[in-house]
Each structure stands twice: as C-alpha cells, then as structure tokens.
DNA sequence: CATAGTACTATGCGTTGTATAGTATTATAC
DNA sequence: GTATAATACTATACAACGCATAGTACTATG
C-alpha cells in the first residue's frame, strides 16, 4: 500500500483500537496486525503525538520489574474519531469520481 | 477536510480527470471543483511532478499570444490510477475497523 | 548461552499539500 | 479610462507524517 495514503489513517485506527481498552505500545501493534502493517518507528511517534495533543492519557504499570506504559483514549480522542469518520466520506467522493472517469474511459 | 487524508489520492484525481480529454492548469482546477478543492499551489507541482514520472506529457498551444500548457495521460499514468483503486481497498479496511469499533463502543 | 520476544527511545529523511508571492495578459464593470 | 476580476503559470519555503535505522534493556525458551 502506497505510504501517503495511509497519512492521518493510521493515528485514527490507534485511537480506535483503544476504545475497547487501555493497552501500550507492543500490544496494539500486535491487535492492529490484521488491519494495517505499523512499526514502531510508525506507531510510537503517533502514541506521543497523541497524547501531546491531549487525545491520549497515559499510566505506567510495573511489569516484571519494568514499567510498562499504558494509554486510555480521552473524551478528544473520541471527537478525533469522528472528524475522521466524517472526513472519510469527502475522500470516498474522491475515489467515487476516479472510479467513475475509469469506467468511463473502458 | 484534514490535509493529510488527502495525501496521494489529490495526484490520482487530477490523472482521473485527465482520461477523459487533455486539460490545462486552470481549467483542470475548475472541471475538479465540484470533487475536491483543490488550489494552484497544490495543483502545479502534481503536474510537474507526474510529468517528471511520465505518468503525464505535456505540450503548448498558443492561446491569446501566450503558450497554454496541455497535459495528456500516459499509460503509466492508467496504471498508476488502479494501483490507487487497489490501495484504496486496503485503506477501506482501515476504515471499516475504525467504524467497527467506534460501533462497538456506543 | 544464544536467540527470540518484549518494550521503548532517539535521530533523520522524503513526500506532499499548501501558503505566499510574483509575473503577465485579457475581459468586465464602474 | 482605470480598477477589478479572471486567466495562466512559476518559484520558494514550510509542516506533518510515515518509516528506516539504531540503540537500550530485560525476560523467556531452546
């Protein structure tokens, strides 16, 4: 999948992905594996420029004698979400006309 | 619309609305209007750009005195259009996650 | 005891959308 | 008749983001 278009994706699907449940770097990668291919390199930055801008909070848990830092999505997060959502739908006009010029150059 | 989700599909649609017939800057500004806004500063550059890549060629006809540039489509520039059509698939599985657990949370 | 897995931090790069500014001609309106 | 809008394009510079690469450090497994 070509890199620029997954820009602004995959920060909403980290949000999403803990909708259901506070959970920390290695595990998200591990539960977002079967939707989209994301590093560390990638996710990481996203987990800090998230809670930068206040969509995230994060806790430490001790974990076998490290601490494990774990991230709850905030009430911002959830709005970020659905700016997606709603955004989501202007692209889809976008690929709606490609797909239609395609069909009509057949 | 978020700036970044328009990343790589803005190229796409100006290849799209090229298959049709040849078009100039401008003019490929206003025939794209009603899809997407999209600016001269951001259109300019995605014509040299896809030129450069030989998705486009391009050639002048004198209009009023002055050179009016034409793009038309290369084959490279179909191709690249169903690739984004393929990648667009994928990027709908990100989306229909994120929907998918924002269904989940309500 | 070496390898794989877990868990995170830091640095730096390339692409792309966009703001801003500049140039220059033609058409329209007051 | 001159100001404004429309036409048509070039040039420069910036910020955001995905990602490669590298480093640190501990635990579990064979």
Redesign the interface.
């Given at each position: 999948?070509?890199?620029?278009?997954?820009?602004?994706?995959?920060e909403?699907?980290v949000l999403?992905?803990l909708?259901?449940e506070d959970s920390y770097g290695y595990k998200i990668i591990q539960s977002l594996q079967e939707?989209?291919e994301i590093s560390e390199s990638t996710l990481y930055p996203i987990l800090r420029r998230l809670e930068a801008s206040n969509c995230l909070k994060s806790y430490s848990v001790e974990h076998n004698g490290r601490l494990r830092k774990f991230y709850s999505i905030t009430e911002k997060g959830?709005d970020k979400?659905?700016?997606?959502?709603q955004?989501?739908q202007?692209?889809m006009?976008?690929?709606n006309?490609?797909?239609k010029?395609?069909r009509?150059?057949d």
């Open positions: 999948m070509e890199v620029q278009l997954k820009r602004g994706s995959l909403v699907c999403a992905s909708l259901k939707v989209v959830k979400i659905k700016e997606y959502l955004d989501f202007e692209l006009n976008i690929f006309y490609i797909a010029e395609v009509k150059d």
